[in-house]
């Protein structure tokens, strides 16, 4: 009878994973799941409807402050894409001068400091798939080979990025800051993408590609001669990429990038995240008076610069609340629902059976995510619906300071993060490749790309998900300036403590 009971009380999260899978958006899937969690909940737990919404409540006020910087967030991430901080970046490293052995390596480098600055993994490949793949073509480079670069680079921003819409959900359902991720787990994703880079130039070594320079202004030439429908599609696809595509295209002042770097460096320092994402929309707007991507003044008003950059933020923070704040806070319901009837508690038994120590727990809190994403095939479907299981097993099994459990909830939260992430560019059904399959094969019809296009040569994801896994297990991370988990007996689980 127990054994049924435990499963029963699963349910809502099959309800919620089958909803997904089929394709429901989670705006609409997080309702019914959350319903279906309080019928079961009344009848396994015999809960009021009182207890429910104070369980559903409690927990989404754990995610306020999530909430709002996810609104800041979407402002900065338009203002940035509008304003020519992304297009600088671009220019920048196109202006350094490109062949077939480093288009890749600058096309990592490129998307990854784009996807941080716009925090749009799907909207940097969207600006920078036309630009790299037709630069590919110029120079002669290994088109699969700039494919992967471009993949991996634009995933980058998805698990690092202050204004990233994964690393907010992920950070608020484990309880912790998005700017004290960024610092403890800054060292490992730099240097997993400085080891992506090492990677792709190697491999453009061994591939035999030439070294002689291209003239990168023949790029948009090449595109709309051979691709002229691509821009359109750019356009219904992904709309907020066509401004970027513009402003590399007819170029833009580079010291837009300031912006970028004042954010970064802001976050680095630990400073406040809404004085980090203040910040960068302020300085992108005063910047943007010189470099002429603003302006001030007007015949009214209602048609003034100032308001214009002004209902820009406001259409950020309308675009966030319209889909990503509602579904987190829908989500966060359910999660208390289903902590309220204790319904992981027979998941997290099997986990704590097969764990030793908190780390061999952590590296089974990391595989759930993986496995979660590669039956999900949404890396936000998993982050939401694992994201709750794993905060739930590392809370009721180890014993640790707040400082120390406040760690470990900083993994679980790049867990969800990375591996929802990183680990769709190695998952040949995930929508992540789906998209990025549509938009290379309408922008570069020469050739004819496949999902596994993006997985033969994706060394950043590579070494993102396989390190994480091997640092947490084995305890290497502990020579990660920041990065390290604390270690027994400062921490334990709870079952060993009973033991001894």
Not at 78 to 104: C, D, E, Q, R
Not at 227 to 244: C, R, S, T
Not at 337 to 346: D, G, L, S
Not at 409 to 421: Q, Y
Request: glycine letters at 10%; one cysteine or more; hydrophobic letters at 55%.
């Amino acid at each position: 009878m127990e054994t049924f009971k435990a499963i029963f009380k699963f349910v809502p999260v099959i309800v919620l994973a089958a909803l997904m899978i089929v394709g429901m958006d989670a705006l609409i899937a997080a309702p019914i799941a959350t319903i279906c969690a309080c019928i079961v909940a009344s009848i396994t737990e015999k809960l009021s409807f009182k207890d429910m919404i104070d369980a559903a409540v409690g927990s989404v006020s754990h995610i306020l402050i999530a909430l709002f910087i996810l609104m800041f967030a979407y402002a900065m991430a338009s203002a940035f894409m509008t304003t020519g901080v992304g297009a600088s970046a671009v220019l920048i490293a196109l202006s350094l001068g490109v062949t077939a052995k480093t288009v890749a390596v600058v096309g990592i480098g490129v998307t990854a400091i784009l996807s941080v600055a716009t925090g749009t993994s799907w909207g940097t490949f969207a600006a920078c798939a036309p630009i790299f793949l037709w630069l590919n073509n110029i120079v002669g480079g290994d088109i699969v080979l700039t494919t992967c670069a471009i993949a991996g680079g634009a995933c980058f921003g998805d698990n690092i990025g202050l204004i990233s819409d994964t690393t907010i959900v992920s950070s608020g359902i484990q309880g912790v800051e998005v700017v004290d991720r960024i610092r403890t787990q800054g060292a490992w994703s730099i240097a997993c993408l400085i080891l992506a880079m090492i990677a792709f130039f190697v491999a453009a070594i061994l591939l035999g590609l030439p070294s002689e320079t291209a003239d990168a202004t023949g790029v948009f030439d090449k595109l709309n001669a051979e691709a002229p429908d691509a821009i359109a599609y750019i356009q219904e696809k992904k709309p907020v990429a066509i401004d970027l595509l513009n402003q590399v295209q007819d170029g833009v002042a580079l010291y837009m990038i300031i912006p970028l770097i004042l954010v970064i460096g802001l976050a680095v320092a630990g400073v406040n995240t809404f004085m980090c994402i203040g910040t960068g929309i302020v300085s992108a707007y005063i910047l943007g008076l010189f470099a002429g991507t603003t302006t001030f003044g007007g015949p009214s008003w209602e048609k003034s610069g100032l308001n214009e950059y002004l209902n820009l933020i406001m259409n950020g923070f309308s675009e966030a609340g319209a889909w990503v704040v509602v579904m987190m806070m829908w989500v966060a319901a359910f999660g208390g629902i289903m902590a309220a009837m204790h319904a992981f508690e027979p998941l997290a038994k099997g986990i704590v059976a097969i764990s030793g120590k908190v780390r061999s727990l952590m590296f089974c809190n990391g595989l759930l995510c993986i496995g979660g994403n590669m039956l999900l095939a949404d890396e936000m479907a998993q982050i939401v619906t694992v994201g709750p299981i794993i905060k739930n097993i590392l809370e009721e099994n180890v014993e640790a300071s707040d400082e120390d459990m406040y760690k470990l909830k900083l993994r679980n939260a790049t867990f969800g993060d990375a591996m929802g992430v990183f680990g769709s560019q190695l998952i040949p059904w995930h929508v992540y490749l789906a998209f990025y399959v549509g938009i290379a094969v309408n922008v570069y019809p020469l050739y004819k790309f496949a999902a596994v296009d993006f997985i033969k040569y994706n060394f950043m994801a590579m070494i993102a998900v396989v390190s994480l896994l091997l640092l947490t297990l084995t305890g290497a991370d502990r020579f990660v300036p920041l990065f390290g988990l604390p270690h027994e007996p400062d921490v334990k689980l709870k079952k060993n403590i009973k033991a001894a």
